[in-house]
Nanobody, 119 residues
Framework: QVQLVESGGGLVQAGGSLRLSCVAS????????LGWYRQVPGKQRELVAD???????NYGDSVKGRFTISRDFAGNTVTLHMNGLQPEDTAVYYC?????????????WGQGIQVTVSS
């Protein structure tokens, strides 16, 4: 099983910055993708950003130009730098790892970490 441990987050004022980190372990492989999703009560979990094993990145439309995702050289740590935070960025952020076998995707999730942006 893949374990994902998140850190960072907390409370910040609008316009501020935060950094989230996630370390993968267990049966994790550097061939897996890593990313971040977020969820607010009553809404579906949405993609924030992810990075593939080859370093290709993908961002949700609402965070493009403000957030940056990166992955360390060893491949098991993913960091999300969040700038220009707004109250609508308030959510529980979940670290995600994924692998694809043929056409089937397997997802693994962290426990989630709260990010709150005050106006």
């Amino acid at each position: 099983q893949v374990q994902l441990v998140e850190s960072g987050g907390g409370l910040v004022q609008a316009g501020g910055s935060l950094r989230l980190s996630c370390v993968a372990s267990g049966s994790f492989s550097s061939a897996y993708g890593l990313g971040w999703y977020r969820q607010v009560p009553g809404k579906q979990r949405e993609l924030v950003a992810d990075v593939s094993k080859s370093g290709d990145t993908n961002y949700g439309d609402s965070v493009k130009g403000r957030f940056t995702i990166s992955r360390d050289f060893a491949g098991n740590t993913v960091t999300l730098h969040m700038n220009g935070l707004q109250p609508e960025d308030t959510a529980v952020y979940y670290c995600n790892s994924y692998r694809t076998v043929l056409t089937k995707r397997y997802d693994y999730w962290g426990q989630g970490i709260q990010v709150t942006v005050s106006s």
